[in-house]
């Protein structure tokens, strides 16, 4: 993956922590426009108040801490994050939220993101065409696309980033980043304050935080950076991801989940890292969930995620 591969946001932001454990806390009353999209909700403005606590965020807390600590202790996982957000004003709980993991096929979100921006002054952009060549180098992903290119083909920048997000097909991102200039790129690091410094000096390790990732997210569903048909269009490409190994396993399938997942394998050490974030559609009680996770099998993994899904989910259906 090239430099785009250091992708990550710094102070999810700039929204308050919330401490779980006290009766009342300092947050942001979000005051919110009203309109006829299906997945964002754009943010007008957010005044300070203080309100009273959600006391079941501590017991579902403890719960996946304990489930955490099964997984380890059996080597169902080494190592996992996770990060949880009440999209209703609400708090938001994090495990090892801090530790840093390689992002993978999460940075084509941000690749999304970037083209995105540049279509609100040249809406046409997305009917460009552009041709996979042979001069690429080969790419290899664990988890198979179900669509890729074809040397030689053609395809409308608009197809690339369906491709890209909806089957994480690596040609795709290759092919967009090739087309992309990289100053416009960290432009947008600028615009959303991020700090790509650790990515630049090593693309392929540990940059990018759970919270981190979350954050973009959050600028899509606020509508925050991108206009807001825009931010639409990015979350609704989202949610046709057609993994369902992960978050999607874990809920009910009725319900619409906009979300991306990435996986990287260590040759050198044999450990594999597998990550699933995105925002679920619960019916008047969306909420953003991204866990991230490091083992030695993608399958166990993957149970993992599922698990930890099916947990926040089930205690907020109830």
């Given at each position: 993956m090239r430099i785009i591969i250091a992708f990550l946001v710094g102070s999810a932001t700039s929204f308050l922590l919330f401490n779980y454990r006290s009766r009342q806390a300092n947050q942001f009353i979000e005051t919110r426009q009203q309109g006829n999209y299906q997945l964002i909700n754009p943010l007008l403005e957010c005044d300070s108040a203080n309100f009273a606590q959600d006391p079941n965020l501590f017991s579902i807390k403890e719960k996946l801490i304990a489930y955490l600590n099964q997984a380890k202790s059996n080597s169902q996982i080494t190592f996992a994050s996770i990060y949880y957000r009440d999209l209703n004003n609400g708090p938001w709980i994090g495990i090892n939220e801090k530790e840093l993991f390689s992002p993978a096929s999460l940075v084509k979100v941000p690749i999304m993101i970037t083209y995105l921006k540049l279509v609100e002054k040249d809406p046409n952009l997305l009917k460009q065409l552009l041709t996979y060549p042979s001069s690429l180098p080969p790419t290899r992903q664990s988890i198979t696309p179900l669509q890729t290119l074809e040397i030689g083909n053609t395809y409308t920048i608009e197809d690339l980033i369906n491709k890209m997000i909806i089957y994480s097909d690596n040609k795709a991102y290759d092919l967009l980043n090739s087309h992309l200039d990289s100053k416009l790129v960290i432009k947008t690091y600028d615009d959303l304050g991020v700090d790509i410094s650790k990515g630049l000096t090593d693309p392929s390790g540990n940059i990018l935080s759970v919270r981190d990732y979350a954050s973009f997210f959050r600028l899509l569903y606020n509508s925050s950076y991108l206009s807001k048909d825009l931010s639409e269009k990015a979350l609704e490409i989202l949610s046709q991801v057609n993994y369902r190994d992960g978050l999607v396993a874990g809920i009910d399938p009725k319900i619409t989940v906009a979300h991306k997942f990435g996986e990287r394998v260590y040759e050198s050490t044999g450990e594999k890292q597998l990550h699933d974030c995105g925002i679920v559609y619960l019916p008047g009680k969306?909420?953003?969930?991204?866990?991230?996770?490091?083992?030695?099998?993608?399958?166990?993994?993957s149970t993992f995620i599922q698990e930890i899904s099916r947990l926040v989910f089930t205690h907020l259906k109830s």
């Open positions: 969306p909420y953003l969930i991204c866990v991230m996770t490091r083992g030695q099998d993608f399958a166990k993994l």
